[in-house]
């Protein structure tokens, strides 16, 4: 049986530090980032692609906001949000992947899928939400969203204004998992949970219901790797490694470390939070089941290069 | 072996006219659209569900156009604004539909397809573009338009401005047809060609590239009732029946009725363009393959009205 891979495409493959966001940035980023998934793909290996969604996401909010303001078309909530991004990324990740595999000469599908992941409405996430989701506002407007819509605000330590924030709860459940590690393991490449999947609970009586919250795509891509019982694991970032003693002069790469190593490091504050140590925290999570978890950078990825390797 | 259905959702599945298009209303027009399809599902046919996208991308063409205007975030083409749809759609389709399967207690899994449908960049409906999208803009703006981006622009003949017009080239192919076709014959409702298909073109070299233009629904999904081979494909809109001499004293419904028949009532203009006569079109299509065209209400599917049914 063919070894399956999980990779998480980071912001960076859709949209680099700098551009604007046109569409014609957006395509050669994915398709650099495609073209890198080649190696993989050479190796026999069957393939799961995940992607983050910050910018495009962030993009969707401040739309339907100036939408409202402009034309009075009503805002969607954030679940909805994530879906239209998953639709949109989607679409870009299979069609530049297309072009790729058609320029390679390999015979090989791609098919997307839109995605919801289960959270727990009880999750302490919800008691404070942290994540900041959308555009800068008055404080006068941000109060009057407060008493409304019972919606949270921070102000912006940077002094732009006050903005919405959401929660980032734990994902617990990937809808359709069994199917994408069929379609998978057919030899489909599979598009899913982007942005860390449409974030979903199941209400009292049953029934789904869409909630106001944004899942970390690093923890939702593991918790997929795991469901689907995939060997390997990649979370592909704007760095070539994971670095401890970062910016001193005792720096040290790190290539192939262990569970126990690395957690040692998180623990001492090595990696910096919001940041590098959720996608540390998401790598030991998926490498506790049996498989390898590699951070790297998403173009170094068919190179000689080793990244870091978090293993048991 | 099941019978297989092709559902094709009209607007009023989604947003019903007088409606403002909150999340709230659109959960329930769906839920109920979806409650609609219990008793195709409980005689044990297969389900792929295709789905219309005016109202939804027409907001999500204003939203862009303010988004760049207030926040300066760049537009996207008429192709990703498609995907943004299909991924929102799709995901209440798939939520609201898991949810009646729930309530019907009954066993059966649901799959939300990000599609792109191939057009012919050579097809006439290029040379004089005709479906209106987007904002209304003033004479001096589309001018400049015109002259920037090559886009086409017609005048409101209610005197609300200028709007762009694209083209609604046919579709000539369902990427992933194959894959919908074993997933739906495997028992789960595939939910796919959201708004006609995210429109795309194989360029000189190969490539598929987006291309501006709307991809009429019915026709879509007429087309991919073709290819995966269908039994049966519903057309369901807002209206009990297809009639002749629409609101005169010889008014007449029509039930069951032939492909020679009906094509004769088209030929005699009975029906109107840009409304009941694209159904038409795609029922007969699909009617030539040999199997069966239904026409008919959304909600009336459950019950034992007769919609308008063609046949060979």
């Not at 063919?2 to 046109?22: D, E, H, I, M, Y």
């Not at 969707?60 to 909530?77: C, D, R, W, Y």
Request: glycine fraction near 10%; aromatic fraction near 6%.
């Amino acid at each position: 049986m063919n070894k399956l891979a999980v990779v998480a495409f980071g912001g960076n493959a859709l949209l680099r530090s700098g551009q604007k966001g046109t569409i014609d940035e957006q395509e050669r980023n994915v398709y650099e980032s495609c073209k890198a998934l080649v190696n993989l793909i050479r190796q026999g290996k069957d393939l799961v692609i995940a992607h983050g969604n910050g910018p495009q996401v962030g993009n969707v909010l401040l739309q339907h906001e100036a939408g409202s303001k402009t034309f009075g078309i009503p805002k969607m909530p954030m679940d909805v949000c994530v879906a239209e991004t998953q639709g949109s990324i989607g679409y870009l990740i299979e069609q530049q992947m297309r072009n790729v595999l058609r320029e390679e000469g390999i015979e090989k599908n791609i098919i997307t899928l839109i995605t919801q992941v289960v959270v727990d409405k009880n999750d302490e996430a919800f008691l404070k939400p942290t994540k900041p989701v959308g555009p800068y506002y008055s404080e006068a407007e941000a109060y009057s969203m407060e008493q409304e819509r019972g919606w949270q605000f921070k102000k912006d330590p940077a002094g732009r204004g006050w903005r919405r924030v959401v929660a980032s709860p734990k994902p617990i459940e990937v809808l359709n998992k069994i199917i994408v590690e069929a379609l998978a393991r057919a030899g489909n490449i599979v598009v899913t949970v982007g942005g860390g999947g449409i974030p979903v609970y199941f209400q009292e009586n049953g029934n789904l219901m869409g909630i106001d919250a944004v899942i970390d795509k690093d923890l939702a891509s593991a918790k997929l790797a795991e469901f689907i019982k995939a060997d390997e694991f990649y979370i592909l970032t704007d760095v070539p490694n994971v670095f401890i003693n970062f910016n001193t002069h005792n720096q040290e790469k790190l290539e192939h470390v262990t569970i126990d190593k690395i957690t040692q490091y998180l623990e001492e504050g090595q990696f910096t939070e919001g940041s590098m140590a959720p996608k540390i925290r998401a790598g030991i999570a998926f490498a506790r089941q049996g498989g390898s978890t590699t951070i790297t950078e998403t173009t170094l990825l068919g190179t000689n290069h080793i990244g870091t390797i978090i293993h048991q």
